[in-house]
């Protein structure tokens, strides 16, 4: 038997403010609010009585996506094909028909199979030249070439300007810590630390646009002239805070030596880098592969040791004979 209190908490549930309605002996739930941000699957798109204008976070995607499709692929990483991975696993007899080096040590592959040993250095290529009718490298290297204006390359030009400085400022901050050593002392630090990054430094822009954008560049003079110009502002900078901070009543033939002597061997150091990086453009658009920047590793270490025998000379005779000044 119900009793008062049961009998109105039952009408209240089955009332409207109660959000329930009784059906028999089972109570079926009503929405207890509609919208947004109601948990309920009753408040779901569908649900509502309102016309469904979809998700807004989904309109921002096809948005941006939209404009991604649009923009065009100005490096590889946007335009990267299945065509440019390695080869694992080799099907078939295929041969090498075009110009194809070492990704090793760059001996020319041509007329061999793909997946066989480099005959110079053993290294197994496991990349092979893509298929004609396939979208790879090749193809969007053509693009970028037909799009890009000749005069884009003086951009890069230009901004090696500026770079020079910028990279001797940072090696001077680099090379504070090493001017109260002495000479013995620091000469290790020169040799072994000093002269390396000042090479690195200098070609890091070059080495960057052959690197991501290498259609920026149509023949070899502008590399060896971007090379050159970064090394001339890189020299003058350095000079110039060595005047300024270490020499400020420096002498006439100290002054006719350092502005003569160090932008000739920082331009000269420079080229020799810029050598080996032109060998990397050349083949990357011979073979119309991804440019292999660390190839250029070997003119960067040679560049160094020359910088660091100029330096060596300079400070042994620095111990001889004393500061010049």
């Not at 739930?29 to 016309?51: I, K, L, M, N, Y």
């Not at 309109?59 to 649009?70: F, K, P, S």
Request: include cysteine; aromatic fraction near 8%.
């Amino acid at each position: 038997m119900r009793t008062a209190a049961t009998r109105r908490a039952w009408r209240w549930r089955c009332s409207p403010s109660g959000r329930r309605s009784c059906v028999g002996n089972h109570v079926r739930r009503e929405p207890s609010h509609s919208g947004p941000t109601d948990p309920s699957v009753f408040g779901e798109p569908h649900q509502r009585a309102e016309p469904n204008r979809g998700d807004p976070s989904e309109q921002r995607a096809a948005q941006i996506l939209g404009r991604e499709r649009a923009r065009p692929a100005t490096t590889y990483s946007d335009a990267q094909n299945v065509s440019d991975e390695p080869d694992i696993f080799p099907r078939g007899r295929l041969l090498i028909d075009r110009d194809w080096s070492c990704s090793a040590c760059g001996y020319n592959l041509r007329g061999l199979e793909v997946g066989h040993p480099c005959p110079e250095c053993g290294h197994l290529e496991l990349y092979r030249p893509p298929p004609a009718s396939a979208r790879s490298y090749g193809t969007w290297l053509d693009e970028r070439v037909a799009a890009t204006p000749a005069s884009g390359v003086w951009w890069v030009v230009a901004g090696c300007l500026p770079w020079g400085g910028v990279a001797a400022l940072v090696a001077a901050v680099v090379g504070v810590g090493m001017v109260p050593m002495n000479v013995a002392a620091r000469l290790p630090m020169v040799l072994l630390y000093e002269a390396p990054a000042e090479e690195l430094l200098k070609i890091a822009l070059v080495a960057f646009v052959i690197d991501v954008r290498p259609y920026l560049f149509r023949r070899a003079w502008p590399i060896y002239l971007s090379a050159a110009l970064s090394a001339l502002t890189f020299a003058l900078a350095q000079n110039a805070a060595f005047f300024a901070l270490l020499a400020p009543s420096a002498g006439l033939a100290l002054t006719l030596y350092r502005w003569l002597a160090i932008p000739a061997v920082q331009i000269a150091c420079s080229l020799v880098v810029a050598a080996a990086l032109v060998r990397v453009w050349q083949q990357c658009l011979s073979e119309r592969r991804p440019p292999r920047v660390t190839a250029a590793l070997g003119g960067l270490l040679l560049a160094a040791a020359l910088h660091a025998a100029y330096y060596g000379i300079e400070l042994s005779l620095e111990k001889m004979f004393g500061p010049w000044r």
